[in-house]
């Protein structure tokens, strides 16, 4: 494999921690991350940008305000600008992000749950 | 399944056409497309942007001019932007693309495998 080449899965491998976004691939200003996520985040929304799920393995619950969306392997969630969610998970979950270089994981409101994004080993 | 859920596989299940990508979802002025490959594409660059492919399913090569990356499930590979290459799959490769909203798929070459995108029925 090149070195330029990450795969997915392989970089879930090596993540414990749970919720600590890990960058897989950066395209123009936009970043692919991947995550581990099990229990509840933290209520939060993301002002200036949208931010995209894409679940590898799972079942993971997008809490809105007004209902829940539930994802499972290979389905693709786009959480609008601006919009108050909560992820949840009763098992673990592996996913992707992608989002604009620089979004934080709890967005407007900060906290413990709060992870710079990390690089893969 | 929401209305605003979108399975990847599923949405390729739908799709017949070989270098066709159908948008699966947008975030901000970006969109994850699915597509399916089988053959050998055209040589092109973006001259724009950089290019995301993450592979569902299947083996696909992306030729660079020095070198050839080879991709299987879960990899995801950036062809960095002004790079010149052309994709080929001996079998049928399920992938998804990111790029930048208006991104065509033969870059600056265009020619009989240009393809509008397309959304999902």
Not at 21 to 26: E, G, Q, V
Not at 46 to 63: A, K, M, R, Y
């Amino acid at each position: 494999m090149s070195d330029d080449v990450r795969n997915a899965l392989s970089a879930l491998s090596n993540i414990s921690e749970h919720w600590q976004p890990h960058r897989l691939a950066s395209i123009n200003d936009y970043d692919l991350k991947v995550v581990k996520l099990q229990g509840e985040f933290v209520w939060h929304t993301h002002p200036d940008t949208d931010e995209l799920f894409l679940v590898l393995s799972g079942e993971l619950t997008i809490q809105l305000r007004d209902r829940d969306v539930i994802l499972g392997p290979n389905d693709v969630f786009v959480v609008p600008k601006g919009v108050e969610h909560c992820p949840k998970a009763a098992a673990e979950v592996q996913a992707i992000l992608f989002e604009p270089q620089g979004t934080v994981n709890t967005g407007h409101v900060g906290g413990s749950m709060t992870s710079n994004l990390r690089e893969l080993g």
